[in-house]
Nanobody
Framework: QVQLVESGGGLVQAGGSLRLSCAASGRTFTDYDMGWFRQAPGKERQFVAAISWSGGSTFYADSVQGRFTISRDNAKDTVYLQMNSLKPEDTAVYYC?????????WGQGTQVTVSS
C-alpha cells in the first residue's frame, strides 16, 4: 500500500523558514515526478513546486520562485521543500504529490502557518 507522509510544518513568523519532507513508501518511486501543492482556507488547491524523476528539472509557481527550493533523495524516496522568506500568504495546508502517467498519489497534508 502506497503511503506519503509529510512532516515539517508548523508556525513561523514572516521572514522565517521551514523545511517540509515527504517520505513515500509502498513501492519504488524513482520513476515518479514529485511535487508540492497547497490549499488555503476557502481556496482551491494550487501547484507550488515539482521535480522530475531524475531531479534534473524543477518547476515553481511564480508566487514562490526564488524563495522555495524543491529537492529529492531517491535513495530514501523522499522529497523536500525548503521554504525561505515566508509570507503570511504562504499559510496553507501543504500536500505532497507523486505521479507518473496513469498513477498519482497524495499525502495527508501538513499545516504551515506564517504570522505577520
Amino acid at each position: 500500500q502506497v503511503q506519503l507522509v509529510e512532516s515539517g510544518g508548523g508556525l513561523v513568523q514572516a521572514g522565517g523558514s521551514l523545511r517540509l519532507s515527504c517520505a513515500a513508501s509502498g513501492r519504488t518511486f524513482t520513476d515518479y515526478d514529485m511535487g508540492w501543492f497547497r490549499q488555503a482556507p476557502g481556496k482551491e488547491r494550487q501547484f507550488v513546486a515539482a521535480i522530475s524523476w531524475s531531479g534534473g528539472s524543477t518547476f515553481y509557481a511564480d508566487s514562490v520562485q526564488g524563495r522555495f527550493t524543491i529537492s529529492r533523495d531517491n535513495a530514501k524516496d523522499t522529497v523536500y521543500l525548503q521554504m525561505n522568506s515566508l509570507k503570511p500568504e504562504d499559510t496553507a495546508v501543504y500536500y505532497c504529490n507523486v505521479s507518473r502517467p496513469g498513477a498519482e498519489y497524495w499525502g495527508q497534508g501538513t499545516q504551515v502557518t506564517v504570522s505577520s
